[in-house]
């Protein structure tokens, strides 16, 4: 007949608590670093595709397995103050010239379709060439957005990741629409 010490039962149960406790940490660490964010949409330059209070989770594995495309709506340091992250939609891609004409966007040469935009930029840019390693990202909505018309192309090295489910509040639960284009845009 086994006998156990007093307390020994306790020790056992507390040992194994904080065993799950320590894993369930590492395990939410490497996922929290490595595959996803989440992240809250504060303010509206991505309205209407995104909500002031949205909350998103971002897949950062995606631009680790492929470069951003046309489209992408995706998460980054902002490039002015690396210490706040932004949401914004790529447009342009290394090699592209980006020119915005009275708020029509053309990619080399190109008219841009965008259906997401209720109300085009009231402004214009002049063509501007985008270097390897940088995008061009602007907001849905042009004309409240802090993006690259206004500080230039993004370094790839600020992409935290691509913008993948709303998970709150749960009238907006689902996939983040993602613009697709073919090569003729």
């Known amino acids: 007949m086994e006998t156990e010490k007093p307390g020994s039962q306790t020790k056992s149960a507390l040992r194994e608590t904080i065993e799950t406790i320590i894993v369930t940490l590492l395990v939410y660490l490497l996922i929290r670093t490595f595959l996803f964010e989440n992240y809250r949409?504060?303010?509206?330059?991505?309205?209407?595709?995104?909500?002031?209070?949205q909350f998103l989770a971002v897949n950062k594995l995606a631009y680790r397995l492929h470069e951003p495309e046309r489209g992408d709506i995706v998460v980054f340091r902002d490039p002015i103050n690396p210490n706040r992250k932004l949401i914004k939609r790529v447009i342009g891609l290394p090699g592209d010239v980006v020119e915005i004409r009275q708020g029509q966007v053309f990619i080399n040469e190109q008219p841009l379709e965008e259906p997401y935009i209720e109300v085009p930029a009231h402004y214009s840019?002049?063509?501007?060439?985008?270097?390897?390693?940088?995008?061009?990202?602007?907001?849905?909505?042009?004309?409240?957005?802090?993006?690259?018309?206004?500080?230039?192309?993004?370094?790839?090295?600020?992409?935290?990741?691509?913008?993948?489910?709303?998970?709150w509040p749960p009238s907006l639960w689902g996939i983040i629409p993602h613009e697709t284009y073919g090569d003729g845009l």
């Open 125 to 167: 840019q002049p063509p501007l060439p985008i270097p390897e390693g940088h995008y061009f990202v602007l907001g849905d909505n042009r004309n409240n957005s802090s993006d690259s018309s206004n500080w230039g192309p993004l370094p790839r090295k600020n992409i935290v990741g691509k913008a993948w489910i709303s998970y």
């Open 41 to 53: 949409v504060v303010g509206y330059s991505m309205s209407p595709t995104l909500d002031d209070g």
